[in-house]
């Protein structure tokens, strides 16, 4: 009878207007996201030769396909894992206003302001083997031998690094400052010392922050091009799965094949994300407040 | 970390802060009392007034700027919190929301290692004590605002620490809440037989808990007493204004004859008692609206006419605001409700009008 009653209310509950504030949103995902993307789907099925499968058949059974994953993979994590890990401890230490705070934040967030191609640039003349690094080793023979940290894997990671770093620190910086720092005061109350209150209060807390900045992290890394053709070898070590894709699009012109390339891309991206995704199931996740307050 | 003491002695404790335009002020002046074992503490005051930096620099959460704490024979002062081993209730409990009730309780016993068994007895008798059996499995979300709280008493007393810091832990709470709640506070500080210091802002809650109350005004301590001395004989007038003598006037001094004090305005003469050596010419006198009464008879000492100016229904009295001719308003806490604008007349005994040196 009582529920009878409550569903007639809602029901004669008028249209909520506001919600026509989310069609345009809607038509513009709808429009550069959702309709490219099932084009490219229904493309990489109708290849040039052979039949729905030919592209993808013919990318797992090609030496110069197939491998790109990895190679991209091989880049794309471990610039994730030092972009994630070395943005964690310097987040922590700014959480706390001090005098240096503003100008750390802003001298590791510069990077973010230049573009990939402006640090490769900068990168050539830095660290080739004619830059100011070798030159200066080389003059106080700290090292002899040729520095080689430009046109192979080395030069993309460092790369990756500087440019993904100022992304992943302020994204963490912005999870450790919501943390209530009454909650370490508590964990130091009842014997807790620095290490023990960072790793049983911050990092439990911070660690669905951590998964989600992974993520976006290494989504961003994963999609590297410039800096793998500008400081890479584009023909060998640092041949990325964007370049495969690139290639078959504007070299061979196999729309079909280049499509069949990018939803792989998509594929692996998916995979990593919801294992981090999963990973961070396994942890507390809700309000980081110890109480009323 | 000692697990027992006879007494703690705070030795001119200082905290300064930076102010405003780079001046240092003292948010602690020189705070210096001796706490015995066992002893229910509780520093009272306005907010600002300097009790929970107290707190907090008997916690090892803030440093001291000059001074020093001594349990027994061992200066702790210097000592980070951790190794204080004092057990804290925060005001808004700082519960992990991450862990659940029995994790927030054996926190401190797991970063002292405790043997595990010996942590599940423990976690068990506190949770008992606060009456939470049965809740060990629940986040801290999912719990009420009282349980949260006691939660927060469990985990500070599961530690069996020398001393138990209380930062106005039932603020949040809703005052039927509140009341159990203090007589369950008083319970277990009387259970762990340990001390207890205990901030807060409400006279009531002071009066109720303490062995002894520090009354606190712009960081400086004001009177060191039991609840009986700070409500009856409050020992100047910032202390009095607190305790609820919510009559001050100023008067002009008549005649001193011991501690017996003459005091008058333009149409009310009193007799009082001297609290402090008087000054000037004038001073203060002040008196509590239930120690007034209002009465029938005209003539005698500390008697005087006023008109009544407003009443305010409390359920079993009232209080009546006494307006005499010269406009001096003085409240009176009466059973009687007398009708606006009536002349009544007012008596205080001599005892209970308390003189101070005016300000």
Known sequence: MASATANAALAREPFDKSLLLVVPAALFMLLVFVYPFLYGLWLSFNPKTGGVLANYTHFFTT????????????????????????????????????????????????????????????MLTYFGPRGWLSQFLQFFHLYEGPIRLTHNYWGVLISLVISGFPFAFLLILSYVTGIDPGLARAAATL??????????????????????????????????????????????????????????????????????????????????????????????????????? | MKHDFSELRLDRVTRRFAGAGGHAFNALSALTMTIQRGEFIALLGPSGCGKSTALNCIAGLLPLSDGSIWLDDMRIDTLPPEQRGFGMVFQN??????MTVAANVDFGLRMRRVPAAEIAARVEKAMHMVQLTGQEHKLPGQLSGGQQQRVAIARAIVIEPPLVLMDEPLSNLDAKLRIETRAEI?????????????????????????DRIVVMKDGVAQQIATPREVYAEPANLH?????????????????????????????????????????????????????????DDAGGVNVFSGAVANVEYGGR???????TASGTVIHVRSPLQPALGATVRVHVPAARILVYPAE
């Open chain 2, 93 to 98: 409990y700082a519960l992990f929301p991450h």
């Open chain 1, 191 to 293: 014997g807790a010392d620095r290490r023990a209150q960072f790793r049983h209060i911050y990092l439990p807390l911070l660690a669905p922050g951590l998964a989600m900045c992974f993520c976006l992290a290494f989504v961003q890394a994963f999609s590297v091009f410039p800096s793998a053709v500008l400081l890479g070898s584009p023909a060998g070590p640092t041949r990325v799965i964007s370049i495969a894709a690139y290639e078959a699009a504007f070299e061979i012109y196999d729309y079909s094949l280049a499509s069949a390339i990018a939803m792989i891309m998509g594929f692996v991206q998916l995979v990593v994300v919801v294992a981090v995704l999963g990973l961070r199931n396994l942890f507390y996740r809700g309000p980081v407040s110890g109480g009323k307050g």
């Open chain 2, 317 to 323: 009295d009232s209080l009546v605001d006494v307006k």
């Open chain 2, 239 to 295: 202390v009095a204004r607190f305790m609820g003598y919510r009559n001050v006037l100023d008067l002009v001094v008549e005649n001193v004859d011991g501690d017996r004090v003459t005091v008058a305005g333009p149409d009310l003469r009193l007799v009082g008692t001297q609290k402090l050596p008087l000054t000037g010419k004038r001073a203060c006198v002040a008196i509590r609206p239930d120690e007034a009464q209002l009465v």
């Open chain 1, 63 to 122: 030496d110069n396909l197939w491998p790109t994953i990895w190679t991209t993979l091989r880049l794309a994590l471990p610039a994730t894992i030092i972009n994630v890990g070395v943005a964690l401890p310097i987040a922590f230490k700014m959480r706390v206003k001090t005098r240096y705070q503003r100008w750390v934040t802003t001298i590791l967030v510069v990077p973010i302001t230049l573009g990939t191609v402006l640090i490769a640039e900068g």
């Open chain 2, 186 to 210: 008083r319970r277990i500080h009387r259970e762990l037989e340990r001390s207890t210091i205990y901030v807060t802002h409400d006279q009531d809650e002071a009066l109720s808990l303490a």
